[in-house]
């Protein structure tokens, strides 16, 4: 989701339980709060996670070499992810498979702490920041069955550390690691997909003057009616890039490609990459902005770490130029992020997309 936008105050908005309170207080899919129930349903994912194994898993390694066949091979392959998903799985980055695990791990036991612990981070003043849900976003939508952490990792004299948990005690060192770690990745891939499409390397990162680096922690309780809940409903990320670290016991995650839903499988050790808004802005629509939601389960919760990378807020991202030609013309209208934030802020409530209003 990822959204800087203006923030709101406490008053203004409804004040919704955190769905975790709701999960454990509940013992039959009856009660489920009609505000998460998708009263029809929702249409199934298939099963099949073919692509994610051959062409929608990018090897890190070979998309920064230089100029070998197995290194133009790639980059094709990360142009046709990126044309025809907007999104693929990342291998061979740097970071082992038990760093990653730590970092899951303490992930979870933030959410397992007392309510009036990670309450110590509550970000209720501001929509983007610290520890809450999405139900405060207003209108009359459906409601996602999840909380969150939102944590600003860059620029670091932004971090606001009253929302960084004191627990458990590594969860501040180990998350500014994986930032530390993460941070040199969406710029090598901006760098890469500008030289998949033949264009200067740098085309779209000078278009990010002051980069940000925003996480989302998610926890999708356990939910007692998972055909009629979702975690997270159909949406494309406010971001440039987003990076996710899924949950490696649990999956939930699928992406929308052709009006068919699909699951995205958990590979050890790989990082699950989809363009936001502002690369389908940046491209002229040549590379997707993929649609994405998850799922609920009963038997277990489940927890993700996303980080998004985007651009400082007052700095405008539009089309390159040499993306626009008689053939191409230009899409999208150029947007900044704070204004982004707000038409987020209408649209999402009414389960429509930000991107729609950027549009020609
Ligand atoms: O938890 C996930 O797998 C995805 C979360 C997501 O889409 C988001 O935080 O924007
Ligand atoms: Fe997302």
């Given at each position: 989701?990822?959204?800087?936008?203006?923030?709101?105050?406490?008053?203004?908005?409804?004040?919704?339980?955190?769905?975790?309170?709701?999960?454990?207080?509940?013992?039959?899919?009856?009660?489920?709060?009609?505000?998460?129930?998708?009263?029809?349903?929702?249409?199934?994912?298939?099963?099949?996670?073919?692509?994610?194994?051959?062409?929608?898993?990018?090897?890190?390694?070979?998309?920064?070499?230089?100029?070998?066949?197995?290194?133009?091979?790639?980059?094709?392959?990360?142009?046709?992810?990126?044309?025809?998903?907007?999104?693929?799985?990342?291998?061979?980055?740097?970071?082992?498979?038990?760093?990653?695990?730590?970092?899951?791990?303490?992930?979870?036991?933030?959410?397992?702490?007392?309510?009036?612990?990670?309450?110590?981070?509550?970000?209720?003043?501001?929509?983007?920041?610290?520890?809450?849900?999405?139900?405060?976003?207003?209108?009359?939508?459906?409601l996602n069955w999840n909380d969150r952490l939102y944590l600003t990792l860059y620029p670091e004299d932004q971090s606001k550390?009253?929302?960084?948990?004191?627990?458990?005690?590594?969860?501040?060192?180990?998350?500014?690691?994986?930032?530390?770690?993460?941070?040199?990745?969406?710029?090598?891939?901006?760098?890469?997909?500008?030289?998949?499409?033949?264009?200067?390397?740098?085309?779209?990162?000078?278009?990010?003057?002051?980069?940000?680096?925003?996480?989302?922690?998610?926890?999708?309780?356990?939910?007692?009616s998972p055909d009629r809940v979702l975690g997270v409903k159909p949406h494309s990320d406010g971001s440039t890039i987003t990076?996710?670290?899924?949950?490696?016991?649990?999956?939930?995650?699928?992406?929308?490609?052709?009006?068919?839903?699909?699951?995205?499988?958990?590979?050890?050790?790989?990082?699950?990459?989809?363009?936001?808004?502002?690369?389908?802005?940046?491209?002229?629509?040549?590379?997707?902005?993929?649609?994405?939601?998850?799922?609920?389960?009963?038997?277990?919760?489940?927890?993700?770490?996303?980080?998004?990378?985007?651009?400082?807020?007052?700095?405008?991202?539009?089309?390159?130029?040499?993306?626009?030609?008689?053939?191409?013309?230009c899409s999208y209208k150029k947007v900044t992020m704070k204004n982004y934030g707000k038409l987020f802020i209408e649209c999402?409530?009414?389960?429509?997309?930000?991107?729609?209003?950027?549009?020609?």
């Amino acid at each position: 989701m990822a959204e800087p936008g203006s923030p709101t105050k406490e008053d203004e908005r409804p004040k919704f339980n955190l769905v975790q309170e709701i999960a454990s207080s509940i013992n039959d899919s009856n009660q489920v709060p009609e505000r998460y129930i998708h009263k029809n349903g929702y249409q199934q994912a298939s099963d099949s996670s073919a692509p994610w194994m051959d062409q929608l898993l990018i090897d890190l390694s070979l998309l920064s070499s230089s100029s070998s066949p197995a290194a133009a091979a790639e980059l094709q392959k990360l142009r046709s992810a990126l044309t025809s998903w907007g999104c693929f799985q990342v291998i061979n980055h740097g970071m082992t498979r038990s760093f990653l695990n730590d970092v899951l791990q303490v992930c979870k036991e933030f959410f397992a702490l007392p309510l009036a612990d990670k309450q110590k981070c509550s970000g209720a003043a501001d929509l983007f920041s610290g520890y809450g849900n999405d139900a405060v976003i207003a209108g009359n939508q459906i409601l996602n069955w999840n909380d969150r952490l939102y944590l600003t990792l860059y620029p670091e004299d932004q971090s606001k550390l009253k929302y960084w948990p004191q627990k458990p005690k590594k969860f501040r060192e180990i998350v500014r690691e994986y930032g530390m770690k993460i941070k040199a990745l969406p710029e090598l891939l901006l760098k890469a997909m500008a030289r998949s499409l033949d264009l200067e390397e740098n085309c779209f990162l000078k278009q990010h003057k002051e980069q940000g680096l925003t996480a989302r922690v998610n926890l999708y309780p356990r939910c007692g009616s998972p055909d009629r809940v979702l975690g997270v409903k159909p949406h494309s990320d406010g971001s440039t890039i987003t990076i996710l670290l899924q949950d490696n016991q649990v999956e939930g995650l699928q992406v929308l490609k052709d009006d068919q839903w699909f699951k995205v499988p958990f590979i050890p050790n790989a990082l699950f990459v989809n363009a936001g808004d502002l690369t389908e802005v940046m491209s002229n629509g040549i590379f997707k902005s993929t649609v994405h939601r998850v799922v609920t389960n009963s038997s277990s919760e489940r927890v993700s770490l996303a980080v998004f990378y985007s651009s400082n807020s007052d700095n405008e991202i539009g089309p390159a130029n040499e993306l626009v030609t008689a053939d191409r013309p230009c899409s999208y209208k150029k947007v900044t992020m704070k204004n982004y934030g707000k038409l987020f802020i209408e649209c999402y409530p009414r389960g429509q997309r930000t991107l729609n209003a950027l549009k020609f």
